[in-house]
């Protein structure tokens, strides 16, 4: 059977084909299979260079110091760590978040709601975007924590965080970014952003799943408590046998994200102009988010676009649409039929929200592809507007 075209880079990513091979040798008898904790032979030094080679590597990327990558399981456990993790050593408090947080982020502060801190959901704007001033004004003496996302997962939409970063440091509060969708995507320089606490996943970025980073300023590691305990790994941060394949995976994909960033961007961002010109002179069809006065703003990232379909289901898109691989809100929650939070948080209404598909580009997708995806698109929507006429 013809596999559908792959359009959801924003739920996940292939690992890149040199990844692939880099992991592969970490893990046979021929390999670096060794503990990177063993002090006593070989295998283990051999494991820990090829760990410190990926510290740098993933430091390289985002402009911190390798003593501030903390090895985790993927982009949940990261914020998990870092926002009960602060809250544990404060003991109580307040916290400033978005409405529109991945669920490990949101999932964390209703959890901590019920230990008793607690937590202001601060609502984007209708086109995707949290202000400064918003995080300014939701400050109280007591707050010990803003959260805030860089790229929003179902939108695309790049938030303010230099600004939201200065408010945070004014105001002595720390600062915690999930940046998962942003890594590889748009430059990252934790040398003038002022953020103390910033989460990783592998898979976003040609890397495999499972796999993760916390980047904790080297000054306020003291002021988290970590979560997962035996045997002090990572700087007593987050215990367990470092996965070195893993690692040695996600190092290089950050290398390459850092080589080719720029390449990147410019080829996601051409197929995501050549979808746009095709699909949306269609009737109907609507962008969310990202859009001021008719025009897409620049504070987007390139791969991810989130259209509506006026007065069709996306349960009835997904199925018109069977050759492409795409998705309505995000795969986290994609298991629920309610219509995607996100997207209510702009404002949208439930139809609005359940007409609403996320396309998503990336490093391996062709013109071809893009052009057989507009396509499938226009007919497959006008197809279903007729049925809904009769
Ligand atoms: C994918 C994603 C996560 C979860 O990352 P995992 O590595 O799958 O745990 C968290 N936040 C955002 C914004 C994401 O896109």
């Known amino acids: 059977m013809k596999q559908p075209i792959y359009l ?17 040798e970490c893990l046979g008898a021929e390999g ?24 740098n590597q993933v430091a390289d990327l985002i402009g911190a110091d390798p003593r501030e990558i903390i090895w985790t399981s993927g982009a949940t456990e990261s914020d998990n760590l870092a926002i009960k993790g602060i809250a544990e050593a404060n003991g109580k408090g307040h916290i400033i978040t978005s409405a529109f947080e991945h669920k490990a982020v949101l999932d964390c502060c209703v959890y901590l709601e019920n230990k008793g ?13 949290i202000s400064a001033q918003q995080v300014e004004s939701a400050i109280q003496n007591d707050t010990i924590l803003i959260t805030i996302m860089m790229v929003n997962n179902e939108l695309g939409s790049i938030q ?22 942003a890594a590889g995507k748009i430059p990252i320089d934790l040398n003038t952003l002022k ?19 916390l980047y904790a300023r080297i000054n306020q590691q003291p002021n988290i408590t970590a979560q997962i305990h035996g045997g002090g790994h990572e700087r007593g941060l987050r215990s367990g046998t470092l996965a070195t ?133 226009k007919n497959g929507y006008q197809r279903l507007k007729e049925l809904s006429v009769n």
Request: glycine share 8%; with cysteine; charged share 20%.
């Open 8 to 24: 959801d880079y924003a739920a996940t990513t292939p690992a890149d084909p040199a990844v692939v091979k880099a992991m592969m």
């Open 32 to 55: 670096h299979f060794g503990n990177p904790a063993s002090r006593s032979h070989r295998f283990g030094w051999q494991a820990e260079e090829l760990v410190d080679i990926a510290r």
């Open 117 to 129: 801190f607690q937590v202001t959901y601060l609502k984007p704007s209708a086109n995707g975007f």
């Open 160 to 181: 303010p965080i230099a600004e939201i970063g200065e408010v945070a440091s004014k105001n002595n509060i720390l600062f915690h970014v999930d940046a998962a969708q």
């Open 195 to 213: 953020v103390d606490f910033m989460s990783f996943s592998a898979h976003k970025i040609y890397a495999p799943k499972g796999m993760g980073v």
């Open 245 to 377: 394949h893993q690692i040695v995976g996600m190092g290089l994909a950050f290398e390459i994200a850092r080589k080719e960033l720029q390449a990147n961007d410019q080829h996601v961002f051409e197929c995501k102009q050549l979808f746009m010109q095709g699909v949306c002179d269609i009737k109907g069809i609507s962008v969310n988010a990202g859009i001021e006065g008719h025009k897409t703003t620049e504070k987007m990232v390139a791969g991810i676009i989130n259209l509506q379909f006026e007065g069709v289901d996306s349960e009835m898109l997904i199925m018109a649409f069977k050759d492409l691989a795409i998705s309505s809100g995000s795969a986290c929650t994609s298991a629920s039929v309610e219509p995607s939070y996100v997207l209510k948080t702009l404002g949208l209404s439930d139809l609005a929200s359940h007409s609403s598909l996320r396309f998503s580009f990336g490093r391996f997708t062709t013109m071809d592809e893009v052009k057989t995806a507009i396509e499938v698109v």
